[in-house]
């Protein structure tokens, strides 16, 4: 069995509400509180993010703080990249999904000649780009970034020249064996703007409903290993706000309709029993919206059982 390493990357920018950088030290208080001792026993790397406090006047309005986030893009991708090249299995804890872009590349980077399969435990699609997005928000463009998607058949407005020459190079922040949205599923996502639903139809991504898992989580696994038989690693993105709110208000864009806590568990669980997953992150806690820390008390639940499930691996 491989070590595991917690990459921690606390950062912000790529979300609408200060908070989401707190999220890991959040996990570790709600640790202490319950007991835990899983951040005792792993080994940390803490990716250094900079600066890292939402502002009102931004540079780019519908690419908010794009040259910063693509700085800590490129620093996450290389922690993740050497974390695996190491022979390690990365869990990532970041803050705002605008990261993930760089856990992708750094698997990407890891295994340059490997086809990656990504599945997306999210509320929401996170295809937009500058284009389309209707708040500039980056956590909402991930997978437009991983993949180099602009998706202007539909786009909603034209864009300055320097935002455009920004969001070309944080696109190249991706390795040349870029992310095929062939090779991404969606589980839990709910809430889908049209531009986005556009792309999902174009490449036939498949999404499967929380109503389904729950129904039926044999066939779910099913239709993971059948989506991705021809690839050679997964990597997976779990956003707390794939969980219903009831669970907590702790997250920066909540949707009716989610998992339960124990559905996350099963979930995640299951998925890491599939040998070709290679790396896991949990993403978008933010206590600053919470009550009494309920977010990452449930986080710390899921993420305990996540690091046995490993660690049996």
């Known amino acids: ?61 519908w690419a908010k703080y794009i040259s910063r986030i693509r700085d800590v893009i490129t620093k996450t991708a290389n922690t993740v990249s050497q974390v695996l090249e190491d022979g390690n299995f990365p869990v990532v804890l970041a803050g705002d999904h605008s990261t993930a872009a760089g856990s992708i590349a750094g698997v990407l980077q890891a295994y340059p000649n490997d086809r990656i399969g990504v599945i997306w435990i999210d509320a929401h699609g996170d295809l937009h780009t500058p284009y389309t997005s209707p708040s500039g928000n980056l956590h909402g463009m991930t997978l437009a970034i991983a993949s180099g998607l602009d998706n202007t058949a539909v786009k909603r407005r034209d864009i300055k020249p320097e935002t455009s020459g920004q969001w070309q190079k944080l696109k190249g922040t991706m390795p040349d064996n870029r992310l095929s949205l062939d090779d991404v599923m969606f589980i839990g ?60 208000s702790g997250t920066g864009t909540p949707v009716p309709g989610g998992l339960s806590v124990e559905d996350a568990i099963a979930l995640n669980v299951m998925l890491l029993k599939i040998s070709k997953v290679c790396c896991w992150e949990m993403v978008e806690i933010n206590p600053l919206l919470d009550e009494k820390n309920k977010m990452a008390e449930a986080g710390v639940s899921i993420l305990e059982r996540v690091l046995l499930t490993l660690s049996d691996r």
């Open 1 to 61: 069995m491989s070590d595991i390493r917690i990459v921690e990357v606390p950062f912000e920018l790529g979300a609408g509400t200060v908070g989401a950088s707190l999220g890991i030290e959040a996990l570790k208080a709600a640790a202490i509180n319950r007991k835990s001792n899983i951040f005792l026993r792993h080994r940390a790397v803490h990716q250094d993010v900079g600066f890292n406090f939402l502002e009102q006047d931004v540079e780019h309005a």
């Open 189 to 248: 996502v709910r809430e889908v703007e049209p531009e986005e639903e556009h792309i999902m139809n174009k490449h036939n991504i498949p999404r499967l409903s929380v109503k389904e898992f729950r129904e039926n989580p044999y066939w779910v696994k099913e239709q993971v290993e059948d989506h991705f038989k021809d690839c050679d690693r997964i990597y997976i993105s779990f956003d707390v706000d794939s969980m219903d709110p009831s669970v907590s």
